[in-house]
């Protein structure tokens, strides 16, 4: 399914060559395929047609405006967590109807905010926030949607720091404690009980403890039904994985929706996903220049333009990047460490790497559209990249490389202080 070919030695993202994405915009930068954006959202739009569904595209993945319009013109629906994020899909065009707002944190202004634009629904994440919840929704003169996020206690076996669903996590409410809560917030005078969630971590690429979830919450969803509070949707949240080494196995997305929806037939209750990762990882690439070749130590490094600032997963999770020459040219080959210019030993993109390469070469690192532009930082005073999207033969910006003023424009001297 990739748009990443090579021709004659030479990497294109569908019909265009990488080097002159790089040289319009310079480097760092980050560029997305459209195409594979929209190809990975069929796999779970396609996969439950036979049931009442909706995708909601998780916004942290990537919240760029392009993307979130591009889902949009699907039809897709959006999972934010904030606030900021809200702000940005209405921007985008993204239907109030079709937004859900997770997170543990939802502060009073947030909950008023989603609460004016009239968002489909609130996954709650504690009791505390149904209080807060159904206080703002009554000082407002309206009702607020609600569904429980519920905390399945089941673990999806990936790193610990990207794992939701066990007990020890600060998400959700406790399974146990849950049809509690239902019937709680079912007497709640303004609220409306929509729905249950869950979401139980990230990068999963077995579909195991997914299913185990869908089974714990459906056993949840029959018995808050059977204790007479209706339910409108079952929504089973993201965390779909996806191949970031060559080799590595990945998620059977097709194969999983299709049997989910087999499974939700009949039932009246519309099904909800909240995809992020799985729809924009694979889509991305960020593309960074080797300024030098560091060959004098006991390991070889390559330093180059890009770095933590600009992709944290390996220093955050010792997330593996695969990492190419833009332009396979005649070089003496090497392992390298590759490495940002950032002052910290953690700075590092990809260690032991086999590359042909030397200076001034032009680098992609793979599966860089979720999680990457999302989570820079301006650390060390690093303008962020922009961001550019492929379509067909075209290429658009979509984010303007940031200026260096910009980044202290809030800032004062002593002299300016207030
Ligand atoms: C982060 C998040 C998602 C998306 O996770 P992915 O691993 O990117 O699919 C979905 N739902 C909730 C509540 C989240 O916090």
Same mark, same amino acid.
């Given at each position: 399914?990739?748009?990443?070919?090579?021709?004659?030695?030479?990497?294109?993202?569908?019909?265009?060559?990488?080097?002159?994405?790089?040289?319009?915009?310079?480097?760092?930068? @980050?560029?997305? &395929?459209?195409?594979?954006?929209?190809? =990975?959202? %069929?796999?779970?739009?396609?996969?439950?047609? $036979?049931? +009442?569904?909706?995708?909601?595209?998780?916004?942290?993945?990537?919240?760029?405006?392009?993307?979130?319009?591009?889902?949009?013109?699907?039809?897709?629906?959006?999972?934010?967590?904030?606030?900021?994020?809200?702000?940005?899909?209405?921007?985008?065009?993204?239907?109030?109807?079709?937004?859900?707002?997770?997170?543990?944190?939802?502060?009073?202004?947030?909950?008023?905010?989603?609460?004016?634009?009239?968002?489909?629904?609130?996954?709650?994440?504690?009791?505390?926030?149904?209080?807060?919840?159904?206080?703002?929704?009554?000082?407002?003169?309206?009702?607020?949607?609600?569904?429980?996020?519920?905390?399945?206690?089941?673990?999806?076996?990936?790193?610990?720091?990207?794992?939701?669903?066990?007990?020890?996590?600060?998400?959700?409410?406790? @399974?146990?404690? &849950?049809?509690?809560?239902?019937?709680? =917030?079912? %007497?709640?005078?303004?609220?409306?009980?929509? $729905?249950? +969630?869950?979401?139980?971590?990230?990068?999963?690429?077995?579909?195991?403890?997914?299913?185990?979830?869908?089974?714990?919450?459906?056993?949840?969803?029959?018995?808050?039904?059977?204790?007479?509070?209706?339910?409108?949707?079952?929504?089973?949240?993201?965390?779909?994985?996806?191949?970031?080494?060559?080799?590595?196995?990945?998620?059977?997305?097709?194969?999983?929706?299709?049997?989910?929806?087999?499974?939700?037939?009949?039932?009246?209750?519309?099904?909800?996903?909240?995809?992020?990762?799985?729809?924009?990882?694979?889509?991305?690439?960020?593309?960074?220049?080797?300024?030098?070749?560091?060959?004098?130590?006991?390991?070889?490094?390559?330093?180059?333009?890009?770095?933590?600032?600009?992709?944290?997963?390996?220093?955050?999770?010792?997330?593996?990047?695969?990492?190419?020459?833009?332009?396979?040219?005649?070089?003496?080959?090497?392992?390298?460490?590759?490495? $940002?210019?950032?002052?910290?030993?953690?700075?590092?993109?990809?260690?032991?790497?086999?590359?042909?390469?030397?200076?001034?070469?032009?680098?992609?690192?793979?599966?860089?559209?979720?999680?990457?532009?999302?989570?820079?930082?301006?650390?060390?005073?690093?303008?962020?990249?922009?961001?550019?999207?492929?379509?067909?033969?075209?290429?658009?910006?979509?984010?303007?490389?940031?200026?260096?003023?910009?980044?202290?424009?809030?800032?004062?001297?002593?002299?300016?202080?207030?």
């Amino acid at each position: 399914m990739s748009t990443l070919q090579r021709k004659d030695g030479a990497l294109a993202m569908e019909g265009v060559p990488l080097e002159e994405v790089a040289r319009r915009f310079g480097t760092p930068c @980050y560029v997305y &395929s459209r195409s594979m954006i929209e190809a =990975a959202y %069929r796999e779970f739009d396609e996969g439950l047609a $036979g049931v +009442d569904h909706l995708v909601c595209y998780a916004v942290k993945a990537n919240s760029n405006l392009a993307i979130l319009d591009v889902l949009r013109r699907l039809g897709s629906g959006f999972d934010i967590v904030s606030g900021g994020e809200l702000s940005r899909v209405r921007a985008a065009g993204g239907e109030s109807s079709k937004i859900l707002f997770s997170g543990v944190g939802k502060s009073e202004a947030e909950i008023r905010f989603a609460l004016g634009e009239r968002i489909r629904c609130f996954n709650v994440e504690s009791e505390p926030e149904l209080e807060r919840l159904n206080a703002l929704a009554g000082a407002a003169g309206t009702k607020a949607a609600v569904s429980l996020r519920v905390n399945p206690d089941v673990d999806a076996k990936t790193h610990p720091y990207i794992s939701t669903g066990l007990a020890g996590n600060k998400f959700g409410i406790p @399974y146990g404690r &849950s049809l509690e809560v239902y019937r709680h =917030a079912a %007497r709640l005078p303004h609220l409306v009980v929509s $729905g249950i +969630d869950c979401h139980i971590g990230s990068q999963i690429l077995e579909a195991s403890p997914l299913e185990e979830a869908v089974d714990r919450v459906l056993e949840l969803a029959d018995a808050v039904i059977a204790a007479g509070i209706p339910l409108h949707h079952v929504d089973f949240g993201g965390g779909f994985g996806i191949r970031y080494r060559e080799g590595d196995r990945t998620m059977d997305v097709g194969h999983y929706t299709r049997k989910l929806a087999q499974r939700m037939q009949g039932r009246g209750l519309q099904v909800l996903l909240e995809p992020g990762r799985y729809i924009v990882g694979n889509a991305g690439v960020l593309l960074t220049r080797v300024e030098y070749l560091k060959l004098d130590k006991a390991k070889r490094f390559a330093v180059v333009d890009a770095s933590m600032s600009e992709l944290i997963r390996p220093a955050l999770y010792e997330a593996w990047h695969e990492i190419v020459p833009v332009t396979e040219a005649p070089r003496e080959r090497a392992t390298y460490d590759v490495v $940002g210019p950032i002052c910290e030993s953690s700075d590092v993109l990809g260690t032991g790497r086999e590359l042909a390469i030397a200076e001034g070469d032009l680098l992609a690192i793979l599966s860089a559209g979720a999680y990457a532009m999302a989570m820079a930082s301006n650390y060390n005073t690093r303008p962020r990249p922009p961001e550019a999207l492929v379509d067909g033969d075209r290429i658009l910006a979509i984010r303007a490389r940031e200026s260096v003023e910009s980044l202290y424009a809030g800032e004062s001297t002593l002299d300016k202080a207030e």
